[in-house]
């Protein structure tokens, strides 16, 4: 779990039993500013927490007792970006991160999302799970980073999630649109053509009943088929 109320931020592990929490680390700091989102590998064994504010991801080896030991120094998203949400592969070889990025300059600040995935050390039993940018594969430059719609004043990526397959991403914007991306058994993510017009995107808020700013279902919808697929 991770805990914001401090800066800098931390994360604190518990054991369930039944209905009961008993805990095991207790706020283990960060270092970093904004701690927020959490993700744990399929297997239990590790966990990734987005510092929004530093700009930087943490990750933290998860023990036998469910303790918490950290992996290495936060690993940095860039100076403009905003880690907003954190997932992994259902393989766990991959770490996928939503960024919001702030870009250009001159009168108005322009914002998109972008969506970036990171390489879990994950070959053998002791593999630590650090994480690193996909390698170029032979014949094959891979991308690992690619924003998720064109530049505009207060557009913002508000959630995403990966299809059971990990083969593609669904993230959410603050205007409505559902942008849907591919991923490669390598790390890469390419932005997917849904239209024959060349767009990469649906509008979720052109459906009966929707209005502007209803984004909860939006989120809803987007996991529902995630969790469907």
Not at 90 to 115: H, K
Not at 141 to 168: E, H, M, R, V, Y
Not at 215 to 228: F, G, K, V, W, Y
Request: hydrophobic share 35%; glycine share 10%.
């Amino acid at each position: 779990m991770s805990e914001t109320n401090a800066n800098p931020g931390s994360a604190s592990s518990y054991r369930l039993a039944g209905a009961a929490l008993t805990p095991v680390t207790r706020a283990l700091s960060t270092g970093q500013a904004s701690t927020c989102w959490a993700a744990v590998t399929p297997d239990g064994r590790r966990a990734y927490l987005t510092n929004t504010a530093a700009h930087t991801i943490s990750a933290y080896a998860i023990g036998p007792d469910a303790s918490l030991t950290p992996i290495g120094g936060p690993i940095p998203t860039g100076d403009a970006t905003a880690p907003t949400d954190v997932t992994t592969s259902p393989d766990g070889a991959f770490l996928y991160v939503l960024t919001n990025v702030a870009v250009g300059g001159g009168m108005q600040t322009l914002t998109t999302g972008v969506i970036s995935s990171f390489k879990a050390d994950v070959q053998t039993p002791s593999s630590t799970g650090a994480l690193s940018p996909p390698s170029n594969q032979p014949g094959q430059q891979i991308t690992a980073s690619i924003q998720l719609a064109t530049p505009a004043p207060g557009l913002l990526a508000t959630s995403f999630c990966i299809d059971p397959n990990n083969k593609f991403a669904y993230c959410t914007l603050s205007d409505g649109r559902v942008v849907v991306v591919d991923l490669n058994n390598n790390g890469g993510v390419a932005l997917l053509q849904q239209k024959s017009n060349g767009q990469n995107f649906i509008n979720a808020l052109s459906a009966p009943n929707r209005s502007p700013g209803d984004l909860s279902r939006t989120t809803e919808i987007i996991d529902e088929h995630c969790a469907n697929t």
